[in-house]
């Protein structure tokens, strides 16, 4: 069965919906996502998620610890916890801090994304249909050569926009 994303212009008027395969790579099928930077409360390490080997057009490729589409009519503040609950099972009223906006651009994606970030160490219930596990990474691993291959474009994008914020985890 077909995935279908809302779609939005650049200045976020929702236009209808689109096959998630047309979505990817095309520039003119925008769609709103939120992503959710995990810092453990401790040690600042950041969580991410390592996709599925089966899973669309990045597979096994780590990615930032939560992100998702907006659904219709949702804010990015209902779309972030909803993604919460159904990514990592975090419910409940947890304190989100809204760090920057970016529109991400590339070959495979047109995103608008509002990133958040959340200080929690776990546990975590993550979705094993569409993750196959998380772990936090200190900031010498973020930086690795040999793990940044392995990251997908846009995590490399907020990484570098976190370092930039000065948001980025320090060495402890």
């Known amino acids: 069965m077909a995935e279908f994303f809302d779609i939005y212009d650049e200045n976020g008027n929702h236009l209808g919906v689109a096959p998630r395969n047309e979505c990817h790579g095309n520039p003119a099928l925008i769609h709103c996502t939120v992503h959710i930077v995990v810092f453990h409360p401790e040690t600042g390490e950041i969580l991410l998620q390592k996709r599925r080997m089966d899973k669309d057009i990045q597979p096994g490729k780590w990615d930032t ?12 503040i209902t779309a972030a916890r909803r993604e919460l609950a159904e990514e990592l099972g975090i419910t409940g009223s947890v304190q989100l801090l809204h760090l920057f906006d970016s529109k991400i651009r590339n070959d495979i994606e047109s995103e608008n994304v509002r990133v958040f970030a959340l200080s929690h160490a776990g546990p ?17 691993e973020l930086e690795d050569a040999e793990w940044r291959n392995n990251f997908t474009p846009n995590l490399l994008t907020e990484l570098a926009e976190l370092k930039k914020r000065n948001c980025y985890p320090s060495a402890r």
């Not at 610890?65 to 990015?76: P, R, S």
């Not at 998380?134 to 900031?139: E, G, I, L, M, T």
């Open 65 to 76: 610890a939560v992100g998702g589409h907006l659904d219709a009519g949702e804010d990015f």
């Open 124 to 140: 975590f219930a993550y979705q094993a249909s569409e993750i196959d596990g998380v772990r936090f990474f200190a900031a010498a």
